[in-house]
Antibody, heavy 121, light 108 residues
Framework: EVQLEESGGGLVQPGGSLRLSCAAS????????MSWVRQAPGKGLEWVSS????????YYADSVEGRFTISRDNSKNTLCLQMNSLRAEDTAVYYC??????????????WGQGTMVTVSS | EIVLTQSPGTLSLSPGERATLSCGAS???????LAWYQQKPGQAPRLLIY???SRATGIPDRFSGSGSGTDFTLTISRLEPEDSAVYYC?????????FGQGTKVEIK
């Protein structure tokens, strides 16, 4: 079964750091670009970051550029998001999602169940 | 950044009726690079349509997508009670990928 499972969410103080992970199974991980998409409580979906299948190219939303770092380990079928200098507005459910292609420009066809990140003092 | 505007905000219909959801883009982004997602409360989004009109795996044929340029439509031909959800459009042709604000479909 094709599956994504996020972990690492929690409560963190403003200015703090958190590292999210996404374990992939049931498909050839390196053949797909992967992304993080977030959803603030009661709000819509916001793309955060993407990394291509080979891991060589990364992309970020302006709102997280310079604070978040996306990475992947294709040998371990794992996607990560290192989040630094967290702000209250980063509070959201974070989903990892698989793109339909290994390169830039695919829809997101598989989603994890999400992990909640709360930034509050 | 391409802004996607969805209408209406909420659609309230009876089972068996036809639902028509609209998604308008602030500029052209490559007509085939549009997707529709369904999200139920407490669940992750589910891909319904990609490439503006192709149904994702396992999606019933009562869901269909159409449109080009800057105007796109998701049609649910015969509403079922389980279609109650929020529906989002998304463009992935130009960076950054962007989502519409969502249309809530309520089943009477």
């Amino acid at each position: 079964e094709v599956q994504l499972e996020e972990s690492g969410g929690g409560l963190v103080q403003p200015g703090g750091s958190l590292r999210l992970s996404c374990a992939a199974s049931g498909f050839t991980f390196s053949s797909y670009a992967m992304s993080w998409v977030r959803q603030a409580p009661g709000k819509g979906l916001e793309w955060v970051s993407s990394i291509l299948g080979g891991g060589g190219s990364t992309y970020y939303a302006d709102s997280v550029e310079g604070r978040f770092t996306i990475s992947r380990d294709n040998s371990k079928n794992t996607l990560c998001l290192q989040m630094n200098s967290l702000r209250a507005e980063d509070t959201a459910v974070y989903y990892c999602a698989r793109a339909t292609v290994p390169t830039w420009g695919g829809a997101f066809d598989i989603w994890g169940q999400g992990t909640m990140v709360t930034v509050s003092s | 950044e391409i802004v996607l505007t969805q209408s209406p905000g909420t659609l309230s219909l009876s089972p068996g009726e036809r639902a028509t959801l609209s998604c308008g883009a602030s500029q052209n982004f490559g007509s085939s690079n549009l997707a529709w997602y369904q999200q139920k409360p407490g669940q992750a989004p589910r891909l319904l349509i990609y490439g503006a009109s192709s149904r994702a795996t396992g999606i019933p044929d009562r869901f269909s997508g159409s449109g080009s340029g800057t105007d796109f439509t998701l049609t649910i031909s015969r509403l079922e009670p389980e279609d109650s959800a929020v529906y989002y459009c998304q463009q992935y042709g130009r960076s950054p990928p962007t989502f519409g604000q969502g249309t809530k479909v309520e089943i009477k």
